[in-house]
C-alpha cells in the first residue's frame, strides 16, 4: 500500500533536492567545471527517472524544471503525460552526451549515473509505449557498445550477492553499505526460519508455474516430465536462486544448510519447528506457501538490514528488451535468439538443445514474455511489463493461487479475490492530502 500512498510524495520530495542542487551548485566555489558539469548531468538523469516513475503510475503529473515557491507549489496543475514523457526523453538525450560510459570511472566511482544508464531509461520509455523501432534501435547501440562495455554476469545467483556488486551486468544500481546506508524490507519475503520477520509478500503459484522444465517445456507442454506430486525438481534453475519451496535447502553466512519447511504437518515428521510452514491466511508465515531467495545476502549481520545494493537496469533488461522490439518487429530469428535468449538460459544452466537453441515452432511473443517474467522476477518490473502488454486486465482479476497446501493438502491455495478496472486502475489515485492542499490538481476517472 505505501506505493499508493507514498511514491507521489517521495518523488516530488526527490525532484525538489535535484532542483536544490541545480539552482545551487554554481556558487560552490572553485569547483572543476567537468565535475560540476557531470553532478548537474547526474541531477538531471535522477529527475527524469523520478517524473518517468510518476507518469507511469499516475498519468498526467505537475511537469516543471525549477524549484517551485510554495504558492506554485499549491496551485499547479497536471500537464498531460505526453508532454512529460517528451520532457524526459528530451533530457536523456542531452545528459547522454555529458554523463561518462561505465568504463571512464574509476573504481572509487562505482555506482555513478552513465551514458548507459540514461539510455537504458530512454529505451524503457519507448518500451512502455510499445514504440518498438525506438527501443530496438536505442538497444542495439547499447548492445554494440556505443554507451560503454555490458555483458551478461557469469552466475544468475551470483549477480545478487555482495561480492559481485558493481559486475559486467549492472548499469544501474542503488547503492547500500553496511552500518552507513542500509535496507532490511526483503526479511518480510524471507523463511522466519532463517531469520525473517512476519511474512508480508510471497510469489504465487502463478509465478512459480511459468517457470519452465530444464528440457525447455512449460510444465503443461507434452512432454515436459512435470510430476505435480513433486513439482519442484527438473526446474529452471533460476526458479531455485529467486523462490524457496517446500524442501528448499537454504544456506546461510556460515555455508550451514538448513531444509525448509513449508507443507503444512512435514515439520513434525521431520523433527523441525514448524515456523515456515503454511497456516493458512494472514498468519506470520507464508501466505501462498511459498518464500523468497533473490536478494537475500548471505554476508549482512543479524538485526535484518543488509548492504546489498538493489539493481536498478541490468543488461539482461537491455536484451529482453531487444528480443520483444524484434518480436512485435516480426524480425525474430535465430540470429536474434542467440545474442538474447540463448545467453539467458545458458547462463541458467540449461543444458538441452531443446532448451537453449531458436524454436522451431510455438509463440513466440508468449516464449519472450515469459523469459523476461522468470529473467527479471522479483525485480519490480512486473507491474510496468502487464500494463504494456494489457495482461493486467487478467491478471489483477480474479483468484492468485498458492500451492497445493490448502483442504489438507489437496487444493491449491486460493488467495483474496483481485478486482481490476480496466477503466480506472492503469493509473493510481491521485493521494486525497495532495489535492487538499492544491486545489488545481484534479482525480484520475473513476476515484
Same mark, same amino acid.
Given at each position: 500500500m505505501k506505493r499508493f500512498s507514498e511514491d507521489w510524495k517521495k518523488c516530488y520530495e526527490g525532484i525538489k533536492t535535484c532542483h536544490t542542487f541545480l539552482e545551487n551548485v554554481d556558487r560552490v566555489p572553485n569547483m572543476d567545471e567537468n565535475l560540476k558539469g557531470r553532478m548537474k548531468a547526474e541531477a538531471r538523469f535522477i529527475r527524469a527517472y523520478l517524473f518517468f516513475r510518476l507518469a507511469n503510475h499516475y498519468g498526467d503529473v505537475p511537469l516543471f524544471d525549477y524549484a517551485l515557491t510554495v504558492e506554485e507549489a499549491n496551485t499547479i496543475a497536471r500537464s498531460p503525460k505526453s508532454e512529460v514523457i517528451d520532457f524526459i526523453r528530451k533530457e536523456l538525450n542531452e545528459v547522454a552526451t555529458l554523463l561518462p560510459a561505465k568504463q571512464e570511472y574509476a573504481a572509487s566511482d562505482n555506482g555513478r549515473v552513465t551514458k548507459g544508464?540514461?539510455?537504458?531509461?530512454?529505451?524503457?520509455?519507448?518500451?512502455?509505449?510499445?514504440?518498438?523501432?525506438? #527501443?530496438?534501435? $536505442?538497444?542495439?547501440?547499447?548492445?554494440?557498445? &556505443?554507451?560503454?562495455?555490458?555483458?551478461?554476469?557469469?552466475?544468475?545467483?551470483?549477480?545478487?550477492?555482495?561480492?559481485? &556488486?558493481?559486475n559486467s551486468e549492472v548499469i544501474l544500481g542503488l547503492g547500500y553499505l553496511l552500518n552507513l546506508r542500509t535496507w532490511g524490507q526483503m526479511y518480510d519475503g524471507i523463511p522466519l526460519s532463517v531469520g525473517g520477520r512476519v511474512n508480508a509478500f510471497a510469489p504465487t503459484q502463478e509465478l512459480v508455474d511459468d517457470y519452465?522444465?530444464?528440457?525447455?517445456?512449460? $510444465?503443461?507442454?507434452?512432454?515436459?516430465?512435470?510430476?505435480?506430486?513433486?513439482?519442484? #525438481?527438473? *526446474?529452471?534453475? *533460476?526458479?531455485?536462486?529467486?523462490? #524457496?519451496?517446500? /524442501?528448499? @535447502?537454504?544456506?546461510?553466512?556460515?555455508?550451514?544448510?538448513?531444509? $525448509?519447511? $513449508?507443507?503444512?504437518?512435514?515439520?513434525?515428521?521431520?523433527?523441525?519447528?514448524?515456523?515456515?510452514?503454511?497456516?493458512?491466511?494472514? @498468519?506470520?508465515?507464508?501466505?501462498?506457501?511459498?518464500?523468497?531467495?533473490?536478494?537475500?545476502?548471505?554476508?549482512?549481520?543479524?538485526?535484518?538490514?543488509?548492504?546489498?545494493?538493489?539493481?536498478?537496469?541490468?543488461?539482461?533488461?537491455?536484451?529482453?528488451?531487444?528480443?520483444?522490439?524484434?518480436?512485435?518487429? /516480426? @524480425?525474430?530469428?535465430?540470429?536474434?535468439?542467440?545474442?538474447?535468449?540463448?545467453?539467458?538460459?545458458?547462463?541458467?544452466?540449461?543444458?538441452?538443445?531443446?532448451? #537453449?537453441n531458436y524454436p522451431a515452432s510455438g509463440d513466440i511473443r508468449s516464449i519472450v514474455r515469459r523469459e523476461r517474467r522468470c529473467e527479471l522476477a522479483i525485480e519490480g518490473l512486473r507491474l510496468y511489463d502487464i500494463r504494456r502488454w494489457k495482461t493486467i486486465e487478467t491478471v489483477l482479476n480474479g483468484r492468485p493461487h498458492g500451492a497445493k497446501f490448502a483442504a489438507g493438502n489437496t487444493q491449491y491455495i486460493s488467495l483474496d479475490e483481485r478486482k481490476f478496472s480496466k477503466d480506472r486502475d492503469y493509473v493510481f489515485a491521485i493521494p486525497q492530502s495532495q489535492r487538499d492542499i492544491n486545489k488545481s490538481l484534479t482525480q484520475n476517472p473513476g476515484y
Amino acid at each position: 500500500m505505501k506505493r499508493f500512498s507514498e511514491d507521489w510524495k517521495k518523488c516530488y520530495e526527490g525532484i525538489k533536492t535535484c532542483h536544490t542542487f541545480l539552482e545551487n551548485v554554481d556558487r560552490v566555489p572553485n569547483m572543476d567545471e567537468n565535475l560540476k558539469g557531470r553532478m548537474k548531468a547526474e541531477a538531471r538523469f535522477i529527475r527524469a527517472y523520478l517524473f518517468f516513475r510518476l507518469a507511469n503510475h499516475y498519468g498526467d503529473v505537475p511537469l516543471f524544471d525549477y524549484a517551485l515557491t510554495v504558492e506554485e507549489a499549491n496551485t499547479i496543475a497536471r500537464s498531460p503525460k505526453s508532454e512529460v514523457i517528451d520532457f524526459i526523453r528530451k533530457e536523456l538525450n542531452e545528459v547522454a552526451t555529458l554523463l561518462p560510459a561505465k568504463q571512464e570511472y574509476a573504481a572509487s566511482d562505482n555506482g555513478r549515473v552513465t551514458k548507459g544508464a540514461a539510455m537504458t531509461l530512454l529505451a524503457r520509455t519507448y518500451l512502455y509505449d510499445n514504440d518498438w523501432g525506438n #527501443v530496438s534501435s $536505442i538497444c542495439e547501440k547499447i548492445m554494440n557498445g &556505443e554507451y560503454g562495455e555490458y555483458a551478461l554476469f557469469s552466475s544468475y545467483k551470483g549477480l545478487f550477492l555482495s561480492e559481485n &556488486e558493481y559486475n559486467s551486468e549492472v548499469i544501474l544500481g542503488l547503492g547500500y553499505l553496511l552500518n552507513l546506508r542500509t535496507w532490511g524490507q526483503m526479511y518480510d519475503g524471507i523463511p522466519l526460519s532463517v531469520g525473517g520477520r512476519v511474512n508480508a509478500f510471497a510469489p504465487t503459484q502463478e509465478l512459480v508455474d511459468d517457470y519452465l522444465m530444464k528440457n525447455g517445456k512449460a $510444465i503443461n507442454e507434452a512432454g515436459s516430465g512435470y510430476n505435480e506430486d513433486d513439482p519442484y #525438481v527438473n *526446474r529452471d534453475p *533460476r526458479f531455485e536462486a529467486t523462490i #524457496v519451496y517446500h /524442501g528448499y @535447502q537454504w544456506t546461510n553466512g556460515e555455508g550451514v544448510t538448513s531444509t $525448509i519447511y $513449508i507443507k503444512p504437518g512435514s515439520s513434525a515428521d521431520a523433527g523441525a519447528p514448524n515456523l515456515d510452514e503454511y497456516a493458512g491466511p494472514r @498468519q506470520n508465515s507464508t501466505g501462498t506457501g511459498y518464500y523468497i531467495r533473490k536478494y537475500f545476502d548471505p554476508t549482512a549481520p543479524a538485526g535484518m538490514e543488509s548492504g546489498l545494493n538493489l539493481m536498478l537496469m541490468r543488461y539482461a533488461d537491455v536484451l529482453l528488451m531487444y528480443a520483444e522490439a524484434k518480436t512485435e518487429l /516480426g @524480425q525474430m530469428n535465430e540470429t536474434i535468439w542467440n545474442k538474447t535468449i540463448k545467453p539467458f538460459r545458458e547462463r541458467a544452466g540449461f543444458t538441452d538443445a531443446s532448451a #537453449v537453441n531458436y524454436p522451431a515452432s510455438g509463440d513466440i511473443r508468449s516464449i519472450v514474455r515469459r523469459e523476461r517474467r522468470c529473467e527479471l522476477a522479483i525485480e519490480g518490473l512486473r507491474l510496468y511489463d502487464i500494463r504494456r502488454w494489457k495482461t493486467i486486465e487478467t491478471v489483477l482479476n480474479g483468484r492468485p493461487h498458492g500451492a497445493k497446501f490448502a483442504a489438507g493438502n489437496t487444493q491449491y491455495i486460493s488467495l483474496d479475490e483481485r478486482k481490476f478496472s480496466k477503466d480506472r486502475d492503469y493509473v493510481f489515485a491521485i493521494p486525497q492530502s495532495q489535492r487538499d492542499i492544491n486545489k488545481s490538481l484534479t482525480q484520475n476517472p473513476g476515484y
